[in-house]
């Protein structure tokens, strides 16, 4: 029966343990320091635990939920870079109340977090009316389609699983491209049908926006010159641009 390296070296902890204070008593041959200084050591065990246990650990977690928040957060950045902007800027077109949005949503570069408190209300309240007819589906198809893979390599990746609202928005995008990818004549579509795209439409939509919206007040926390751009670009304002100086553009 082999022992598990933990049994080993536990039993290796006792012997040298053993062996130190057998040293002692034949150097010293003085029994009572040797107890009395055993049950000094014990008395202090259960503050070492305490200190161990309750204080370092917690540090050590501390430190290790800012390391994996940090990476989540490395891989969020890069879905918002490829595929996250300008796919909301998409559903926003489908959007008949996309001009509340607009109205609600702006000055990104002077919120505070009081501000994104705010806006992350205005989002919950917002109806999400999404109406397939008046965007452009069969593009939607296509630029869903050609982020595919990357959608994908985004769901197979480890830092993820710990984000549920996160990988719950990579499996609503990636659900609706194969739903769109199945349709042969986005043009021709049933009632039924559209109002069923209009439902997965509608839930990607919400999901992207809440987490956008999560994802720039992060930025604004940690890297003041990331949410600089992130807020130019807003895909909420019709005349976003990243040039400082055009109208429109948020410095």
């Given at each position: 029966?082999?022992?598990?390296w933990?049994y080993?070296?536990?039993?290796?902890?006792?012997a040298?343990?053993?062996a130190?204070?057998?040293?002692?008593y034949?150097i010293?041959r003085?029994?009572?320091?040797?107890m009395?200084?055993?049950?000094?050591q014990?008395?202090?065990l259960?503050?070492?635990?305490?200190?161990v246990?309750?204080?370092?650990?917690?540090?050590?977690?501390?430190?290790?939920?800012?390391a994996?928040l940090?990476k989540m957060?490395?891989v969020?950045g890069?879905?918002?870079?490829?595929?996250?902007?300008?796919?909301l800027?998409?559903c926003?077109?489908?959007?008949?109340?996309?001009?509340e949005?607009?109205?609600?949503?702006?000055?990104?570069s002077?919120?505070?977090p009081?501000?994104?408190q705010e806006?992350?209300l205005?989002?919950a309240r917002h109806p999400?009316a999404?109406?397939?007819?008046?965007g452009?589906l069969?593009?939607?198809?296509e630029?869903?389609?050609?982020?595919?893979?990357?959608?994908?390599?985004?769901?197979?990746?480890?830092?993820?699983?710990?984000?549920e609202?996160?990988?719950?928005?990579?499996?609503?995008?990636?659900?609706?491209g194969?739903?769109l990818?199945?349709?042969?004549?986005l043009?021709?579509?049933?009632r039924p049908?559209?109002?069923?795209?209009?439902?997965?439409?509608q839930?990607?939509?919400r999901?992207?926006a809440?987490?956008?919206?999560t994802?720039l007040?992060?930025?604004?926390?940690?890297y003041?010159?990331?949410?600089s751009?992130?807020a130019?670009?807003n895909?909420?304002?019709?005349?976003?641009?990243?040039e400082?100086?055009l109208?429109?553009?948020?410095?």
């Amino acid at each position: 029966m082999r022992l598990d390296w933990r049994y080993k070296l536990t039993l290796v902890l006792v012997a040298v343990s053993l062996a130190i204070y057998g040293v002692n008593y034949l150097i010293f041959r003085d029994w009572g320091y040797m107890m009395r200084l055993f049950f000094g050591q014990l008395g202090f065990l259960p503050l070492s635990i305490i200190v161990v246990t309750l204080v370092i650990n917690q540090l050590l977690a501390t430190r290790a939920q800012q390391a994996r928040l940090h990476k989540m957060n490395i891989v969020i950045g890069a879905f918002f870079s490829e595929v996250g902007v300008a796919l909301l800027r998409r559903c926003l077109a489908f959007d008949a109340h996309r001009e509340e949005l607009q109205r609600s949503i702006g000055a990104l570069s002077r919120w505070s977090p009081a501000d994104f408190q705010e806006a992350h209300l205005v989002l919950a309240r917002h109806p999400y009316a999404v109406d397939p007819e008046v965007g452009d589906l069969a593009e939607l198809k296509e630029f869903l389609l050609s982020r595919r893979d990357f959608l994908l390599r985004l769901l197979e990746n480890p830092t993820l699983l710990e984000h549920e609202a996160f990988t719950n928005l990579l499996w609503a995008v990636c659900h609706l491209g194969e739903e769109l990818g199945y349709r042969r004549d986005l043009g021709r579509l049933s009632r039924p049908d559209r109002e069923h795209l209009a439902g997965d439409l509608q839930r990607a939509y919400r999901l992207l926006a809440a987490q956008w919206l999560t994802y720039l007040a992060y930025l604004k926390r940690a890297y003041p010159y990331l949410f600089s751009l992130a807020a130019r670009i807003n895909p909420l304002q019709p005349r976003a641009a990243a040039e400082i100086d055009l109208p429109g553009s948020e410095a």
